[in-house]
């Protein structure tokens, strides 16, 4: 029997059904640590030279071509290549990082906070609550009509970000007085917003980080805000960007933002499902959720749109990559690698050849070397009782 090429790995078909095609081509039932080249010829994978020895590292993440982003004991740090760079306290050293690419930077929680990474400097992803709190009183010499008016203000950071607004405060006025807003010394601007009289919606009327701000006259043309109960976006071990939007997955639960704002409503701003959540991958046209039992699709904006049960099958946790050079995403299911489009299409790459272990977790990376594309994944199967955790790792090949 002479075997001309090497066609991949196939676990399915029985080994004593297993010969050439028609072309010479012939499968193997596994291979290790060898890459199969474009002409169907196994080679050995070149080794390796440790640039930083490190324990404890996990939660890796490619920010740009000038590092990325790993989490190393109970630290998050900077690796350049050549370094580490410390840049964040973890909320424990077993914690695993999840990261969402937005505009404003690379947005990262370990279920105990959610941070961004700006410029690779780490901080809070909103302003803090103005403290001091701002104090309001009513004078006269101004111009406001008679009637009730609510107050409330937030922090403010340079591109916008703000904190969740302050529970309006409730002011009686006589005609011609005016509202004084005492701001104190804040570490950034106070944006103070004011209802018209008798009025449900605020209007921006000005903002400070010290002294005082006098609104003496109502300006009904600033930006209007109805109040709405809003918080922080719950720390989480998932983590996905789209429209303007955070999502965020913790337990059986997806929770998200509103449009460009990172402000989390708790009374509407949520999705629960029946089973731990493994997966948030977001696409032009919605966003994939998997389970490790299903795959569902989220399409359009999250309150408009219902859920549409799109695969029998989950995904592994930790194992979504970015394709180079393209918008696809990839990821790992039960039935091996899955490659989707930025339209919510999807396929499975792998299922018709190779049986899978079953996995709790695992990491990928996708990797280009002498003209070969890959996307490598290596799972950590679940550990039973008293076990040690057992390794593995299937390959996807684009040629």
Not at 234 to 252: C, D, K, Q, V, Y
Request: some cysteine; proline content about 7%; charged content about 20%.
């Amino acid at each position: 029997m002479k075997i001309e090429r090497f066609t991949g790995i196939n676990n399915r078909q029985p080994i004593d059904r297993m010969k050439p095609d028609e072309g010479g081509g012939m499968p193997v039932r596994d291979a290790v640590n060898v890459d199969l080249s474009s002409v169907g010829t196994f080679q050995t994978r070149q080794g390796f030279t440790p640039s930083v020895e490190v324990t404890e590292a996990r939660s890796a993440f490619t920010v740009d071509d000038t590092g990325g982003l790993l989490a190393v004991g109970d630290e998050l740090h900077r690796f350049d290549g050549s370094a580490l760079t410390k840049i964040d306290d973890l909320g424990s050293s077993f914690a695993r990082v999840a990261y969402a690419r937005t505009p404003l930077g690379i947005v990262w929680s370990d279920g105990y906070v959610t941070k961004l990474v700006k410029n690779w400097t780490s901080g809070r992803l909103l302003p803090a609550d103005p403290n001091p709190l701002p104090v309001v009183s009513v004078a006269s010499g101004g111009s406001l009509p008679a009637g009730t008016y609510g107050v409330s203000f937030c922090s403010v950071l340079p591109d916008g970000r703000r904190s969740p607004m302050s529970y309006p405060l409730t002011l009686d006025l006589i005609e011609n007085t005016r509202i004084t807003v005492n701001v104190g010394a804040q570490p950034n601007p106070v944006q103070v917003f004011v209802s018209a009289p008798n009025g449900s919606v605020l209007y921006f009327q000005g903002q400070a980080s010290s002294g005082e701000l006098n609104i003496a006259l109502h300006n009904a043309g600033g930006e209007p805000v109805r109040y709405e109960v809003e918080f922080e976006l719950p720390a989480s071990r998932i983590l996905a960007f789209r429209n303007g939007r955070l999502f965020a997955a913790s337990g059986s639960m997806v929770y998200y933002t509103q449009p460009w704002s990172f402000l989390f409503r708790p009374m509407s701003d949520y999705i629960p499902l029946n089973e731990e959540i493994r997966l948030l991958a977001a696409v032009d046209a919605g966003v994939f959720i998997a389970t490790e039992s299903k795959t569902w699709f989220l399409a359009g904006e999250p309150q408009e749109a219902s859920m549409t049960e799109v695969a029998p099958y989950g995904a592994v946790e930790g194992t979504l990559t970015e394709v180079p050079n393209s918008t696809d995403l990839m990821w790992f299911t039960p039935r091996g690698q899955l490659r989707a489009t930025q339209s919510g299409e999807f396929t499975l790459l792998q299922d018709k050849q190779i049986q899978f272990p079953k996995a709790s977790s695992g990491a990928s990376v996708y990797r280009e070397f002498n003209g070969m594309r890959q996307h490598i994944t290596t799972l950590a199967e679940p550990v039973p009782t008293g076990s040690a955790v057992a390794r593995s790792f299937m390959t996807f090949m684009e040629t």
